[in-house]
Every structure is written in structure tokens, then in C-alpha cells.
């Protein structure tokens, strides 16, 4: 591993002020991303700001009913959090899908959405990554991508986003909160994540040295159904081939007041089924009109030679939680 400075941070303007100007500089969480990255040579940073002791590993109610968890709160106590748990069990199930008990005991919130993607070829030096070493291809688009996008890819990029979270906190309407050295600023969890274009090496809309200091859950889908599905090789330790988050609002007649619908695996970032919640409203989310809107969604689909399986099981996996979903009983 190349030699690198360290500073601990006590305070968020101390992280900030130590990040500042050092393009190689990265914060260090729970470090079960980045520091496998550096084993790797993926990552080669000359200094690590440690966030660990910064006094944001707390989750607290707003006074607006809504739920704001600190960056450094670790993925295991998000997700037994007992508000997670009643008011937005969506969260708690992504959480609990992801990792080990191990890593999720050290993982954090803020980490969890900037893990990089898990696109063997990004993690290996020997090979074409226009993620890892801008301008240098794909490997996986000729090669093995039966794990990539099926929406919204490139030219450049075809992976997929590998966080869990990111896909709840997408459908659920939450926020993201950021601090760096131009002041603090909230960015939709739906926008948080970039689509590669022709810059895969962005991941997010971060700008240096920006820190993410919380992520924050509104009132409005507080309590309502919500549910996190994934489909994955194997019943622990991998990522998601499709997974779904949702949250469903029915009106008292029975019809959809507000789907927030969102997949994981199928994209550069957690993919917000804008065009089938569209399709839903006002509907009543019988199998027939369910069936169709999420048509209309994933026919913007554009399979590679060794992934079309993704657009069907994405299709059953959503239209299975949300018939869940809509059975499941009324927030009082
Ligand atoms: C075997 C294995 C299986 C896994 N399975 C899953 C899975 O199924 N689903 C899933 O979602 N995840 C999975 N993970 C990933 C794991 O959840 C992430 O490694 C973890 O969430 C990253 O959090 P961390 O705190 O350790 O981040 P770190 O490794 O410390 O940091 C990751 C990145 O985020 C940056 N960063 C961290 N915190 C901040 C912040 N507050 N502001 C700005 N930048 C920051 C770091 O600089 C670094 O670039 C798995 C990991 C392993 C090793
Ligand atoms: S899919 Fe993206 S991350 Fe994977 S090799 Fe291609 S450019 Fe790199």
C-alpha cells in the first residue's frame, strides 16, 4: 500500500478544512470499501481524513415528524432503529439485505451511498476501466456484464450502483445533507447518484471535499407501506441482481394517492420509476394495471448480450411488492 498521512477530524469543519485542496485526499468511515480499494491499488489516496469521532452517528426525530440519520451512524444501528423499523421499514430491510452482521457493524450511512461499484473490472488494474482510469475503455461491455445496467448506461460505462440504502432512500423521498468548503447544501437521494454519460469516473453529484453529514427521511412517507426486495445469487453476502423499494399511498376509495417506486442493480444509480408511478396514480393497483406501468417503465430498457434477465424479474420482483404492498394494512 503507498504511504499516506492521516488526521483524525473531531469536527465537521475540521474534516472539511483537512480535505480541503488535496485532490488526493479521502474521508475514512467504516473503511470497508475504501480500504479494500487500497489494497487494491484501486485507490491510492495521499492523505485519509478519519470521520469516525465526528458527532454524526446519531439518529434523531425532526420536529416536522421526519428522521435525520447522521453520516457516521453505522448501517447495523440504522437499521434496528425502532423509528426505522415502524415508520420506514424499507430502510431497515435494505440495510439487513446488505453485507454481513460484521460489515454491518462498521459500515456507515454516509459510506454505505459512496461505496464504488462492485464491476470486477473497475477492481482490476489489468484491465480497461473508464471508471478507474478515465479514457481507458470497458472491459465489461465485450466481456462479462451479466451483473450491469440494463438502464441508463453509456458507451463508457455499463455498472451498476452496489449500495441498498441508496435504492430505499431513492423511493422514500429522503434528502441527502452535505457540507464542504462553498457552505452546506441538501440534495435529493434520487439525484444523489449520476448516470455515467461520458464521465463514469462521477459517481455522485459530491463536489470535492464535500462531506456527506446525514441523510433525512420525510414526514410525508413516515409510516406509510413501504418494502425493500432484493434478488441476489445467494441468500447472503451479495449484491443485488434486481432489487425494489417502494411505498405505497392509497386513497380511502382504494386507488394509488402516490407509488414511490425505485430499483437497484438495473443502473449507474438507484433507478426512480418516475413514468410507472406516473402511470399508477389514481389507479386502483390491480395485476393488470400494475403489469402495464411497470411495462412502461422498463421499456426503456436496453439489454447487453448476457443481462435481458434483469427486465423480466425486475418486472415480477416490483409488481410483487407492490401487491404486497397494497394489501398490507392502512396507516391509521
Ligand atoms: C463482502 C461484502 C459484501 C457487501 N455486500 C453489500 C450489499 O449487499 N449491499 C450493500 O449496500 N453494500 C454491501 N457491501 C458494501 C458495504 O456496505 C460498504 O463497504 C459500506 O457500506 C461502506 O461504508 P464504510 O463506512 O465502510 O465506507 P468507507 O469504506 O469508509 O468509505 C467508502 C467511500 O465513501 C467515502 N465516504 C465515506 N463516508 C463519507 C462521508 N460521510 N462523506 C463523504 N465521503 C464519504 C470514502 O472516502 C470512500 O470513498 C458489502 C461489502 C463487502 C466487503
Ligand atoms: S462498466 Fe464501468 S466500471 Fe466496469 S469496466 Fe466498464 S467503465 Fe469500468
Known sequence: MKPFAYVRARTVEEATAAHAGRPGARYLAGGTNLVDLMKLGVETPDTLVDITRLPLDTVEELPDGGLRAGATVRNSDLAAHPLVRARYPAVSRALLSGASAQLRNTATTGGNLLQRTRCPYFQDLTKPCGKRAPGSGCGARDGVHRDHAV?????????????????????????VELAGPDGERSVPAAEFHRLPGDRPERDTVVAPGELVTAVTLPAATAGLPSAYRKARDRASYAFALVSVAAVLDLAADGTVRRLGLAFGGLAHRPWRARRAEEALRGAPPTAAHVSRALAAELDAAEPLRDNAYKVPLAH????DVIAGLAGAPRPS
Not at 441508463?152 to 429522503?174: E, K, M, N, Q, Y
Not at 415480477?316 to 409488481?319: F, W
Open 151 to 175: 438502464l441508463g448506461h453509456s458507451a463508457r460505462c455499463i455498472a451498476t450502483h452496489p449500495s441498498d440504502l441508496a435504492v430505499a432512500l431513492a423511493a422514500l423521498d429522503a434528502d
Open 316 to 319: 415480477r420482483l416490483a409488481a
